[in-house]
């Protein structure tokens, strides 16, 4: 009865907000634990409402549920009684068995998610969008050949950002075939310091990529002419220009085209990687791209007004709200993991932190650092952090920015062999 109770409960935008513990002073205890313990306190809450407002009805049929022990009626019953559980049962079914998708140890949490995201899905039935699909943090290597070819395609697409936000209208590149459709994410790109790059921009390669004007490509990790390497390219058309990539960093591209602020903040923002020479290897490497989105109307255009307020909907990594804390990024134990971090903006800061772990090593924007637990990444400045996380755990990651965090600026890093959630939480 209470598994299926707590599993009845809405969940809505503002009690998911809370939950998050976006108030806490630094230092708390992670996330999760203390996500359980406020959940704890709300199903206990809404099982007892639910157990005095069943009692009456359990009593007038008592005799129809001694009869229904075998459990059959008790289940159509509970089926007819409670319109919500079904949706939330079987997204959460769908979300569990999702090719692709890292589900450890966060069942519940992905099927709380999913409930929200079916609310809000509600509220923008009218608007086709593209269904989410988790993005899968993992670096993805260096291209073959001596020259490195970047095939950068834009497309105009709608999709959401976030499961608590109506559908909105992104503008976004694709790489070399890869395109993070349901999410607001650009690809990332990666060479080795010293690479030849050859960059061909395509502005809507096909009518399925929903171009409807100029953009460009603005590459910070190249030192070319930006009045020939960075012009306005006509829907349809494909400009391309090369460079060597000489200094190590972690980059920012985005379109160039004018108004430059509608443009970055509707989401044609990426990463641009320029590993170092004889950086040691690491046994995990991961992307995670920081990001504001300004909706406007629920699958129209993104919103110029925010963005001049400076005001974001929804800060995510990798273009989706919370989407690693719902669905861990899962590591080994005891072995170094690396992070590759760029802020994209268009235009707040960031202060992305480990809770629970200490970055041995940091390298941001040129600068080494060590024994750091935040790094400061002011808009378009990108760097990687090391870690190793010696105890099995769940260890959030979060813009510490926490007025931005509750945004969705958050995740998690998790251990392989991670503890189960505590007892009486409903994950
Ligand atoms: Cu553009």
Request: with cysteine; hydrophobic share 40%; aromatic share 8%.
């Amino acid at each position: 009865m209470s598994t299926v109770a707590r599993h009845r409960r809405p969940r809505s935008t503002k009690s998911r907000q809370a939950r998050g513990g976006h108030h806490r002073p630094p230092g708390s205890p992670p996330l999760d634990p203390l996500d359980r313990r406020i959940d704890g306190r709300l199903d206990e809450r809404f099982d007892a409402e639910t157990t005095r407002s069943s009692f009456a009805i359990v009593l007038a049929g008592f005799a129809v549920l001694m009869a229904a022990i075998a459990g059959v009626t008790v289940l159509v019953i509970g089926g007819e009684d409670s319109p919500g559980e079904t949706p939330v049962a079987a997204v959460a079914s769908a979300g569990t068995t999702m090719p692709g998708m890292d589900m450890s140890g966060a069942t519940g949490a992905t099927a709380a998610g999913a409930a929200t995201a079916s609310t809000a899905a509600g509220a923008a039935k009218n608007v086709a969008f593209e269904p989410f699909q988790r993005v899968d943090p993992t670096l993805p290597p260096v291209p073959p050949g001596p020259v490195k070819h970047f095939r950068v395609e834009v497309y105009q697409h709608v999709t959401k950002v976030s499961p608590d936000e109506p559908p909105t209208e992104v503008w976004s590149f694709g790489v070399n075939g890869t395109f993070y459709r349901g999410t607001g994410v650009s690809a990332p790109m990666v060479v080795n310091v010293g690479d030849k790059v050859k960059m061909t921009l395509v502005n809507g390669g096909s009518k399925a990529m929903g171009v409807t004007m100029p953009h460009s490509i603005d590459l910070h990790a190249a030192e070319v002419d930006p009045g020939e390497a960075y012009v306005d390219v006509a829907p349809g058309k494909t400009h391309s220009f090369s460079f060597v990539a000489e200094h190590p960093g972690v980059f920012m591209y985005h379109c160039a085209t004018q108004p430059i602020l509608l443009h970055t903040g509707a989401g044609m923002v990426g990463m641009f990687i320029v590993k170092p020479k004889n950086l040691p290897p690491s046994h995990h490497e991961f992307w995670l791209t920081q990001q504001e989105y300004y909706l406007g109307e629920p699958g129209g255009m993104a919103d110029l007004a925010k963005m001049e307020a400076e005001q974001p909907d929804v800060i995510a990594f990798n273009g989706y709200a919370d989407q690693y804390k719902e669905a861990p990024i899962v590591v080994d134990r005891g072995h170094r993991v690396r992070l590759w971090v760029l802020n994209a903006g268009p235009s707040k800061w960031t202060a992305f932190h480990v809770i629970g772990s200490i970055f041995d090593r940091t390298m941001v924007e040129g600068v080494e650092g060590h024994d750091a637990q935040t790094i400061s990444l002011a808009p378009s400045q990108g760097g990687y952090v090391e870690l190793t996380l010696d105890k099995e755990g769940t260890y959030p990651f979060v813009d510490h920015s926490f007025g931005d965090m509750i945004k969705g600026a958050s995740g998690a890093l998790q251990t392989t062999n991670a503890p189960p959630p505590m007892p009486g939480s409903s994950h």
